[in-house]
């Protein structure tokens, strides 16, 4: 089945405690990016890749990092965790530049 | 920063009812639109692609006027199913970076 998968769903960390959220498409996608979503601010680019070890910032990218060393593989790198990235975040794929992207069921990120 | 404005809602509608939403985008550059549907808590999934000369998929009719900036989705007979946020997409330009907009609120009543 072609998707986007992320890991783990669900994560409560503690401030400052570095993590990882993983993102993986088996649909051979160029395009990848990262959303965040908080209410009434709707969805927000973090970063986006175009190609392998090709990424660009989005809207928000302060306190994040991504890296492309595989076309499949998109991880969502957060070294210092702080409360304000308490979100949503979704991942997500497409074939090219004209093409919709296609995303992953969503990691809710609580940091206290 | 390219702008795509939607109103926010919601719209309250009965079942069977025909309703319409519009979308606004800034850049005249934009060359691919896209309406998404998005559960609550859920992910946003590909509603349907809207392309120049409007396109049809069963309920629901997109259309895209590039002289006004803006596109539109038409749902009809709505089912309670329908009621989901709405979400307008549009590319920002060569590079075809995907601008979203805050999406409408839909709510089907019986």
């Known amino acids: 089945e072609a998707q986007v998968t992320q890991n783990p769903r669900y994560l409560i960390t503690v401030t400052g405690k570095k993590l990882t959220v993983t993102c993986s498409q088996n649909?051979?996608?160029?395009?990848m990016s990262w959303y965040r979503q908080d209410p009434g601010l709707g969805l927000r680019q973090i970063y986006y890749?175009?190609?392998?070890?090709?990424?660009d910032k989005g809207d928000v990218p302060e306190g994040y990092k991504v890296s492309r060393k595989e076309k499949r593989n998109f991880p969502l790198i957060l070294e210092s965790p702080s409360p304000n990235q308490t979100s949503l975040y979704f991942c997500?794929?497409?074939?090219?530049?004209?093409?919709?992207?296609?995303f992953g069921s969503g990691t809710r990120l609580t940091v206290v | 920063r390219k702008e795509v404005e939607q109103d926010p809602g919601p719209f309250n509608v009965p079942e069977g009812a025909t309703v319409a939403f519009n979308c606004t985008y800034s850049?005249?550059?934009?060359?691919?639109f896209f309406w998404y549907r998005q559960d609550c808590r859920k992910e946003p999934k590909l509603l349907m692609s809207?392309?120049?000369s409007g396109n049809e998929d069963g309920r629901f009719t997109a259309q895209l006027n590039r002289a006004s900036q803006y596109i539109s989705l038409l749902i009809r007979d709505s089912k309670l199913s329908d009621s989901a946020t709405y979400l307008c997409?549009?590319?920002?330009?060569?590079?075809?970076?995907?601008?979203f907009g805050k999406g409408t609120k839909l709510s089907v009543k019986p």
């Open positions: 997500a794929s497409r074939r090219g530049a004209n093409y919709g992207y296609t």
């Open positions: 649909m051979n996608h160029e395009y």
């Open positions: 890749s175009m190609n392998v070890e090709v990424t």
């Open positions: 850049n005249s550059a934009s060359q691919s």
């Open positions: 809207v392309y120049s």
């Open positions: 997409v549009v590319n920002e330009g060569s590079q075809g970076n995907l601008i």
